[in-house]
């Protein structure tokens, strides 16, 4: 299938985003907010999951070798990205998207994760300019801090069964 499913998945990832927007408010109105977020949610991890795997599945074009210092990085800066986005609402959600996205798009240095983190990164980046009209809302607690470090430990232990690829340099 080549670049098939990697499209497809592209697509499909990126329509959900787009689709919603405009559906939000019958959604809502027939799901209620919460029944919307954990749908929305549960889709676009879905749907990000499958994106991931096929970028992982698409022929491999490097564009930059690979250096063990740039596996470094990402474990350094994944705790900070989840951090992020754990403790500052919409705002630190993007902004920890944004850091998870460079960060995986300098370690990986071929076609496909170029095309899946370039775009994230930008997505983020977009979501964040607008998150920050609302105002930065950082709500620490020693309960925040505790999910933060168990989210950040269940993807780098996670990382290999699921994704297929060691974090470890």
Do not use: C, T
């Amino acid at each position: 299938m080549e670049w098939g499913e990697f499209a497809l998945a592209l697509a499909a990832f990126l329509g959900s985003h787009v689709i919603p927007a405009r559906l939000r408010g019958p959604l809502i109105a027939r799901l209620g907010k919460r029944g919307y977020i954990v749908g929305y949610s549960l889709l676009s991890l879905a749907l990000l999951y499958w994106l991931i795997l096929a970028a992982g599945r698409a022929p491999f074009v490097e564009i930059w070798p690979q250096a063990p210092w740039m596996r470094w990085l990402v474990n350094l800066a994944m705790p900070l990205a989840v951090l992020m986005a754990v403790l500052g609402g919409m705002v630190g959600l993007m902004a920890g998207f944004a850091l998870w996205g460079g960060a995986h798009l300098l370690a990986n240095g071929d076609l496909a994760h170029l095309i899946l983190f370039g775009l994230l990164l930008a997505y983020a980046l977009f979501g964040l300019a607008l998150s920050l009209r609302q105002g930065v809302a950082l709500r620490l607690s020693w309960q925040r801090l505790a999910v933060a470090a168990l989210a950040w430990a269940a993807l780098l232990y996670l990382h290999l069964p699921v994704i297929g690829v060691s974090p470890l340099p």
